[in-house]
Each structure stands twice: as C-alpha cells, then as structure tokens.
C-alpha cells in the first residue's frame, strides 16, 4: 500500500530525505566529492529507482518520485560540512561498546542524515522527522534498526531541543 501525503511539498522532502541517506552512502563508499554526488542524484543519472515487490517472488524497479531537489542537496551538504561533530556526537549516544565504525554503512548515512536534520532544521517538529527516519530504517531493515534508531533519535532530539528552547526562553526573559 503506498503512504499518503497531506501535501505534495511533504512529499517532495520525504523523498529528498531517502536521496540525502542514499548520497551519503554512496559517498562514504567510494569518496566521490559531494557536489559531483548531488548532481548526479538532482539529474537522475543516480537513485531515482527503487525495488518493489510485485508479488512473493517478483521484484521490479520503479521510478520514485520527484524530490525536494534543494532540501536534498542542503541536507547533503550540511551532513558533510558537519560530519566529523555528527559523528563525534551520536558516538556519544550509542550503548557502552558500541562505535559509528561498526553500524552498518547504510545505517550510519541515515543516521547523519536525521541528526542534521533534528540539529538544524528547528522549524520542523522533532517528532516529524524522528517518524520519517524510523520509516526509511523499516524501508532498509528489519524490526531492530528501526527501533534503535528510534531511541536513538528520539534521545539527540530530547538533548538538543531542549537545549534551544532554554537558550531562546532565557533570551526572551532577558528582553
């Protein structure tokens, strides 16, 4: 059954989220430079198909649907500008013995992809993004990831957010 959306342009960013963690795999595997990546990904010569089930035992390639080019390459770039913090924070995280370096590749793009996300773009509810992530985890993976990536996500949203509105009630108090 294919999802429903209340609107095309939230459609349009779901769909530049699942390019975002696809980008990001592809240039942590063969260290293409980023731009060269967004390109391809905004011209459609990369990830602009995805596998379906057709039945039990058909699968077939089907086009997915036009992105938020923009809101992707944003999302691209802003990961990549940052990676080294993201990393270095979500390590901070993870479960006592566990390390970025043994997640599975696409795990940790998508993982980089939500924090940015959940850092950065303060105008969208936590919670909206956190659902759009755990809903690419079940895309890629079975029941685990997607849990873990859960409470992963939803304990940097509880961090961060909480810390900026702090920082903006005690402006507005200082006014």
């Not at 057709?54 to 940052?82: C, I, N, Q, T």
């Not at 895309?139 to 961090?159: G, I, R, S, Y």
Request: include cysteine.
């Amino acid at each position: 059954m294919a999802k429903k959306y209340i609107s095309e342009k939230i459609r349009m960013k779901t769909e530049a989220r699942l390019a975002a963690v696809q980008a990001t795999y592809v240039i942590a595997v063969t260290e293409n430079p980023v731009e060269e990546v967004i390109k391809d990904f905004v011209d459609g010569k990369v990830g602009r198909y995805v596998i379906a089930e057709k039945s039990m035992d058909k699968e077939e390639m089907v086009p997915v649907h036009e992105m938020d080019s923009a809101y992707f390459a944003d999302l691209v770039k802003g990961v990549h500008a940052r990676k080294e913090d993201i990393e270095k924070s979500l390590n901070s995280y993870l479960a006592k013995g566990w390390t970025l370096e043994r997640m599975d590749e696409t795990l940790r793009a998508l993982l980089l992809c939500a924090i940015y996300e959940i850092t950065t773009t303060l105008d969208i509810d936590a919670k909206v993004i956190i659902k759009e992530y755990v809903d690419l985890a079940y895309a890629f993976f079975t029941k685990q990831e997607p849990k873990m990536v859960n409470a992963l996500l939803d304990q940097v949203a509880h961090a961060v957010r909480d810390d900026v509105n702090k920082d903006a009630e005690a402006k507005d108090a200082s006014v």
